[in-house]
Nanobody, 115 residues
Framework: QVQLVESGGGLVQTGGSLRLSCAASVSIFRLSSMGWYRQASGEQRELVATWTSDGVTKYLDSVKGRFNIYRVIAEKTVYMQMNSLKSEVTAVYYC?????????WGQGIQVTVSS
């Protein structure tokens, strides 16, 4: 059973930075895709950033240039660096990994940006 453990969330002021981590219990060398999603209170879950094994990376328009998704294979961890944070990014963030055609989700972590 693959487990994903997220960390790095919390409270930050507008303009600050956070780095979310998603640590997997297994190797991510053969990762097919990875992504970060978020769900604000009363809203639907939306895709924030995604990477696929063919090297394509996509970002939500509102975070382009400020967020960066990447992985460190040796650490079995997927990261999302978030810079120049704005209050509208306040939400619960979830990582999603596709390993061998099976999708796995993290438990979710709260990110709150105060103005």
């Amino acid at each position: 059973q693959v487990q994903l453990v997220e960390s790095g969330g919390g409270l930050v002021q507008t303009g600050g930075s956070l780095r979310l981590s998603c640590a997997a219990s297994v190797s991510i060398f053969r990762l097919s895709s990875m992504g970060w999603y978020r769900q604000a209170s009363g809203e639907q879950r939306e895709l924030v950033a995604t990477w696929t094994s063919d090297g394509v990376t996509k970002y939500l328009d509102s975070v382009k240039g400020r967020f960066n998704i990447y992985r460190v294979i040796a650490e079995k961890t997927v990261y999302m660096q978030m810079n120049s944070l704005k209050s509208e990014v306040t939400a619960v963030y979830y990582c999603n990994l596709d390993l061998g055609g099976i999708e796995y989700w993290g438990q979710g972590i709260q990110v709150t940006v105060s103005s």
